[in-house]
């Protein structure tokens, strides 16, 4: 296959707040190639993303929409663009419905992924600013600067909020994996690849604002990661104490507290975690968080 050849993938429900934008800015501020396909899977949604996304196709014909009339999960909907990825592509580029690329990151991307022997590269996550950047946003905040230290200090933990692949490495997901991007590095360095931290290329992400929606949002990564590290043995870099304290001397003194808050919380999320796993509730189709939802 073609590396030169790109497909944009994103899997979008009930994204009419946050779709149009990602679009105009994938169309306008990365210089996508003109033979780049971008592909939006539409699950189940019952807001206006479906539309938002065909009247986006009429301007730019890059741009198809692939509508689900029922949500089957986020592993389903990934499928369906591996398939067509692995078809026509070489490189096959994720980003979130919610999530927007800095200008000329994903160029980056792709850029690194063709020098290296990577079999995937990812953008850095920064939380997007909100009007009122209150507790939680301060505590996310340290999250995300904690996964940026760690995947420079120690092992890269794939991102997919904005990645880059080569799709001779993508693999289906079995569709009650409830974390997609720990098992799509999990195959990738079972397949003797390395994944690549590309931190100049940035991606700003929506969070929770709120501590419940925090809550929830850090228990189903920890299901996630239960889920995965029982089956495959395969555990992330970030979830690792030692790894998470090695980081810690490298923040500020403000950045340290909002990090033991944020311990506090991380600690609650996962023994809520680990009842719900133990009962056998793995959420592998998500319940959205309302928080990352709203217009901004």
Not at 73 to 100: E, T
């Amino acid at each position: 296959m073609d590396m030169h050849k790109m497909l944009v993938g994103i899997c979008a429900y009930n994204e009419e707040n946050n779709i149009g934008k990602l679009l105009r800015n994938l169309i306008s501020e990365q210089n996508l190639p003109d033979n780049c396909k971008i592909v939006v899977v539409c699950s189940g949604c019952t807001d206006k993303t479906p539309q938002i996304v065909n009247d986006f196709q009429r301007i730019d014909k890059r741009i198809t929409a692939i509508v689900e009339k029922v949500r089957k999960g986020k592993a389903n909907a990934l499928n369906k663009i591996f398939g067509i990825a692995r078809r026509n592509a070489g490189i096959l580029v994720l980003v979130n419905a919610d999530a927007l690329p800095k200008e000329g990151s994903i160029k980056k991307l792709v850029l690194k992924l063709l020098h290296t022997n990577a079999g995937a590269v990812f953008a850095r996550p920064v939380p997007l600013k909100e009007k009122h950047q209150g507790l939680c946003h301060k505590i996310v905040w340290v999250i995300w600067r904690l996964h940026h230290i760690i995947s420079i200090l120690q092992k890269p933990k794939l991102s997919g909020e904005l990645c880059a692949i080569n799709t001779s490495y993508l693999q289906d997901i079995p569709e009650y994996i409830a974390t997609d991007e720990p098992f799509i590095e999990l195959n990738i360095r079972k397949q003797g690849s390395s994944i690549v931290y590309v931190p100049e290329a940035v991606v700003y992400i929506r969070c929770p604002t709120n501590i419940v929606d925090l809550l929830e949002h850090r228990k189903r990564i920890w299901i996630g990661h239960m889920q995965l590290q029982k089956t495959t043995g395969f555990k992330v870099s970030t979830s690792s104490v030692i790894n998470i304290m090695s980081a810690i001397p490298t923040l500020s003194l403000s950045e340290i507290f909002y990090a033991f808050i944020g311990g506090i919380i991380e600690v609650i999320a996962y023994f809520r975690a680990k009842i719900a796993f133990t009962k056998g509730t793995v959420p592998y189709v998500w319940q959205p968080i309302t928080s990352t939802k709203t217009l901004i």
